[in-house]
């Protein structure tokens, strides 16, 4: 049987969950995976909750609607587990990687009394450092390939670097700063 695994992400927007989701598509669509990537749009602004969804499978995949219940969930800003049920559909044997600079065990209570895995890691500490500025998508981009095992973290890696030099081939500091970022980031995930 066709193993799709399904990830939606929360996020506000300008954080650049959208971005994101779509960046681990185009890296899993490298890696050989048929792949999904795409937001759900609604009358969205800046700071606004959104939602975006990826697929990733070893076969085509048919299926062409929203996530209802997804394997993983990323939390880009950790404001919404109080202002959006992030865990409805989510499976217990998933988890839940949340951008936060608190231990999973502290977030559990805020989950709706989810029982799978809780992971955290504080994106905007990671970002800051490597990046100078509060980017987040970078560093939960990595934090989902790590706790999903998705694609091979050190394929991940090196596709991402290359589609970094195409994206950024005249900012090589940029290329620099989001892939420390990644390495950073994917060493930095806490989980419960």
């Given at each position: 049987m066709n193993k799709i695994t399904e990830i939606r992400?929360?996020?506000?927007?300008?954080?650049?969950?959208?971005?994101?989701?779509?960046?681990?598509?185009?890296?899993?669509?490298?890696?050989?995976?048929?792949?999904?990537?795409?937001?759900?749009?609604?009358?969205?602004?800046?700071?606004?909750?959104?939602?975006?969804?990826?697929?990733?499978?070893?076969?085509r995949c048919t299926v062409h609607s929203n996530i209802y219940t997804p394997d993983y969930v990323v939390v880009v800003d950790e404001t919404l587990l109080e202002a959006v049920d992030v865990t409805a559909g989510l499976k217990e044997e998933g988890a839940i990687v949340i951008n936060s600079s608190k231990d999973p065990e502290e977030l559990k209570p805020l989950l709706r009394g989810y029982k799978g895995g809780v992971f955290t890691i504080d994106a905007r500490s990671v970002s800051e450092k490597n990046l100078g500025k509060y980017f987040p998508n970078t560093p939960m981009l990595a934090a989902i390939v790590k706790v999903s095992r998705v694609l091979d973290e050190d394929?991940?890696?090196?596709?991402?670097?290359?589609?970094?030099?195409?994206?950024?081939?005249s900012k090589p500091q940029v290329i620099e700063g989001?892939?420390?970022?990644?390495?950073?980031?994917?060493?930095?995930?806490?989980?419960?």
């Open positions: 992400w929360h996020g506000r927007g300008g954080q650049g969950a959208k971005t994101a989701c779509l960046l681990l598509a185009d890296v899993a669509f490298t890696a050989g995976k048929y792949v999904q990537g795409f937001p759900e749009y609604g009358p969205e602004r800046m700071g606004a909750p959104i939602t975006a969804y990826n697929r990733i499978s070893d076969e394929q991940f890696v090196a596709d991402m670097e290359d589609s970094f030099s195409h994206k950024f081939a989001n892939m420390n970022c990644l390495k950073d980031a994917l060493k930095e995930v806490k989980g419960a």
